[in-house]
């Protein structure tokens, strides 16, 4: 292969075309039963009593007297039980599942339960905080001293759907005395060792198996292990097989979403305008329980600084509980709601003190050696000057600046700059990860990779056995790689935090180097590889500080839109960008991760609404849930620029996340030109550029 970049086939496009790819609900057995959720209709209560009709024979009541081991879902926190016993904390959380052989007969069954609750007050308000956290940079108390001006603003971000095509959903069997699963899913063992913790079973008897997936974005990251401790708990009760699938109104009404944010940002500049420091406080709404939220915190915490360098840093962070759906992974993980805010936020201190703002920003933008927000180092080439003025050149965005200057026009043109770290946080994969794979040759000579992590349309299935039978010099059918059941691969980590080229990819690459250098032909040959942190990395959890990823990825958008000037529907015109991915294993699968990455992160920009009303989610379906289709997004030009980085396979780093985190600013300032108003907000609906318009004070 001349060169890695170069596209080939998606291994996997012939299946999904042809319709012969099996997802989960394609899956059935004999004797197979259906399995149906009871939920509470109150955001908090206490459930006073349950009462049910008489079941038909082989009908069946699970609930949490059903959970043989721990009542927990095992997450970083141990808050949030498989079923609720008396305490509800939201509505829809899950009371107990009514299981049979048909559908119908079980939504009678839930239809004819009566459930006596003793409802309470619900908090919905930023007021409970579940976690904090906080870290320092530099000398932050006395530059705020030293300070000759400061300048403060809050920015606000809603929720945001998965919006996966396949809902979520698991089957299951009894096998070897314990429990199979097959799920749509990105975190096998995560789900395995869920599991493991709520039915007592031990590691040999819980076998989890990746069904194919039709997308996921986070959303199938923690939310699985739920319907799986569930399901699981269906399987010891019945003895049977059991299927537990969404309907997509349930789905939207009860899984988990990207976090609600307000983040308060004060800056304290010195004499000649530059920022000496920032002082920044991040609020998440974590919903009912904590789940995921922590990391998501530290992570939006980390990116206070975005694609720029600042000496002195004081940031503080907390999730709130409120009565409302948990809330958990999505793509970028915190890091857009904060990227939205630093951006926004440099643009309008800029404007405050009448400096022109992309002079401002290139002023602070960051450069190799810089000290990062949590005091490591960048230690590979920054090599955002280019990617601006590939961008600029592109998109013709000094001209129209000019142009757009001009009001009556209610047009704008607005650029972003931005950053994602790759692979877990900190120390979090050397210490708690520790990721494994193996690579077998069989006799016939041909290469199975074994690993945990799950092709859920990114493409690693294409990318990893390129550069497997790259490496080898063997043809891509030789190469193979098989949906991961546990049974068989080891935990090489989850399909998250944009990791899985970078890191997963990166042993495997290792691994057939082994391989390679021991090559028998004819024989059975294993290797294995594992995980080793780089040794200039250091990181210290508690205090947040040291170098919070191994590599950078970095990214420029610039997005033109017209306002309607009776209506104020944003219409978007152009998006033109820019990225430095280290090196694409194929440029096709790239460029469909960048499309797909573009419209979420326009999407959350400006059209995709979603609310709470007394904590039910107002917005179950795709039809009152609004996400681009190819109607709403614009022409796109794309660029990617090479800079390898060393320890990834031929030069790879992270993709998949950055390419959302930049939509949503480039946009709003886009439309800040076009109406001459400050944006603090978003999704930018037309009723909120309607308030803008109608408010008398900037």
Not at 108 to 117: D, F, K, N, P, S
Not at 414 to 435: N, P, Q, R, V, Y
Not at 579 to 598: F, P, R, T, V
């Amino acid at each position: 292969m001349k060169d890695i970049s170069k596209a080939i086939h998606k291994v996997d496009s012939d299946e999904k075309i042809s319709g012969t790819a099996k997802y989960t609900d394609d899956y059935v057995m004999e004797n197979m039963l259906y399995a149906k959720t009871v939920r509470a209709m109150v955001s908090k209560g206490t459930i006073e009593s349950i009462e049910f009709p008489d079941l038909p024979e082989g009908y069946f009541v699970v609930g949490p007297e059903d959970v043989k081991g721990e009542n927990v879902v095992n997450m970083i926190f141990d808050d949030w039980p498989v079923f609720t016993k008396k305490a509800i904390n939201y509505l829809g959380e899950p009371l107990c599942l009514i299981v049979g052989p048909d559908k119908a007969t079980i939504n009678a069954i839930i239809e004819a339960i009566t459930i006596q609750v003793k409802e309470e007050p619900p908090t919905f308000d930023f007021t409970d905080s579940a976690t904090h956290r906080h870290f320092e940079k530099g000398e932050p108390e006395k530059a705020f001293k030293d300070a000759t001006k400061t300048i403060e603003r809050t920015y606000e971000t809603g929720y945001q759907e998965q919006a996966y095509i396949e809902p979520q959903g698991f089957f299951g069997y009894p096998e070897n005395g314990g429990v199979t699963l097959i799920g749509s899913i990105q975190c096998p063992y995560y789900v395995k060792n869920a599991v493991m913790r709520s039915t007592g079973l031990k590691e040999d008897t819980v076998r989890i198996i990746q069904a194919d997936v039709g997308g996921a974005f986070g959303g199938k990251e923690e939310f699985p292990s739920l319907m799986a401790c569930e399901l699981a708990a269906a399987i010891q009760k019945t003895g049977k097989p059991v299927k537990l699938i969404y309907e997509r109104s349930e789905d939207m009404a009860v899984t988990t979403k990207r976090h609600p944010s307000k983040i308060k940002m004060k800056a304290y500049l010195n004499e000649d305008n530059t920022i000496k420091g920032l002082k920044v406080h991040v609020s998440l709404d974590g919903g009912a329980y904590i789940g995921l939220s922590k990391v998501v915190l530290s992570r939006a915490m980390i990116a206070v600084s975005g694609a720029y360098t600042f000496t002195n840093l004081d940031v503080s962070g907390d999730v709130y509980k409120t009565n409302t759906v948990p809330n958990g992974a999505f793509r970028g993980f915190g890091a857009p709601q904060m990227l939205f805010a630093i951006e926004m936020f440099i643009e309008h201190v800029a404007r405050e003190v009448s400096e022109d703002p992309f002079a401002y920003r290139m002023h602070h933008l960051a450069k190799q050696g810089d000290s990062t927000s949590t005091g490591g180092t960048f230690r590979d080439p920054i090599i955002l000057k280019p990617m601006i003025e590939k961008a600029k050149k592109a998109s013709n965005y000094d001209a129209l600046r000019r142009d757009y200057q001009n009001k009556d026009v209610f047009k704008g043109i607005g650029m972003s700059l931005f950053l994602h770290g790759c692979g877990f946080t900190g120390s979090g994969e050397a210490d708690i990860i520790k990721a494994k794979v193996k690579l077998k040759k069989d006799e016939q000579d041909d290469i199975h990779i074994l690993i945990a992590a799950v092709d859920m349309g990114q493409g690693p299935k294409t990318t990893i056995r390129k550069v497997v039978s790259d490496i080898l010099n063997l043809p891509i059918e030789k190469v193979h790689y098989p949906n991961p059941d546990t049974l068989n691969v080891p935990d090489s980590g989850p399909t998250v935090a944009s990791r899985t080229a970078m890191i997963v990819g990166g042993l495997c690459a290792r691994a057939a180097e082994k391989l390679k250098k021991d090559y028998v032909k004819g024989k059975e040959q294993t290797v294995h590889e594992t995980y080793v942190q780089p040794k200039e990395m250091e990181w210290d959890e508690d205090a947040m500080q040291g170098d919070a990823y191994p590599a950078y990825s970095w990214g420029v958008n610039i997005v033109e839109v017209e306002v309607n000037k009776g209506t104020y529907q944003i219409d978007v015109l152009k998006m033109t960008s820019v990225y430095d991915i280290g090196k694409a294993l194929d440029e096709k699968i790239i460029e469909g991760q960048i499309h797909g990455g573009q419209a979420q992160g326009l999407g959350y920009g400006y059209l995709e609404v979603m609310n709470h009303k007394n904590g039910r989610i107002e917005q179950t379906t795709m039809t009152d849930y609004i996400i681009p289709t190819s109607v709403d997004m614009p022409p796109m030009e794309t660029y990617i620029m090479d800079n390898p980085y060393a320890l990834g396979p031929y030069g790879a780093k992270g993709a998949g996340e950055l390419t959302l985190v930049g939509g949503a600013p480039a946009l709003a300032k886009a439309v800040e030109q076009a109406i001459g108003k400050d944006i603090h907000k978003i999704p930018l609906t037309p009723e909120t550029i309607m308030e803008l318009m109608h408010h008398e004070k900037n």
